[in-house]
């Protein structure tokens, strides 16, 4: 399974952005997705995580009420529809997939496949 994450990009605090996460090969339509950031000088940590349906999400507490993971399976891709952008969300954000059936995980080494990051930027 290859991921493809795009989107990133410059904005100011306040604005928007929407990433895309586009997969190939695998069983996408099976999969629980999770976006994940890492600031610079930082670890990577969760940021939203979404059932193979679309039924069911999770989000960290810093970006409730402000991030909206969602999927699409007929076109293999998962969204992140970041509002409110905060100077604190300045990360390069990745993509992953999870094989696992079951509950959401926030831990990184839960995930099986990762897209190679795409850098978002908000400046105050």
């Known amino acids: 399974v290859q991921l493809q994450a795009s989107g990133g990009g410059l904005v100011q605090a306040g604005d928007s952005l929407r990433l895309s996460c586009t997969a190939s090969g695998g069983a996408f339509g099976r999969y629980i997705m999770g976006w994940f950031r890492q600031a610079p000088g930082k670890g990577r940590e969760f940021v939203a995580a979404i059932s193979w349906n679309g039924g069911n999400t999770y989000y960290t507490d810093s970006v409730k009420g402000r991030f909206t993971i969602s999927r699409d399976n007929a076109k293999n891709t998962v969204y992140l529809l970041m509002n409110s952008l905060k100077p604190e969300d300045t990360a390069v954000y990745y993509c992953?997939?999870?094989?696992?059936?079951?509950?959401?995980?926030?831990?990184?080494?839960?995930?099986?496949?990762w897209g190679q990051g795409t850098q978002v930027t908000v400046s105050s």
């Open positions: 992953a997939a999870d094989r696992t059936i079951g509950t959401f995980s926030i831990e990184i080494n839960a995930y099986d496949y």
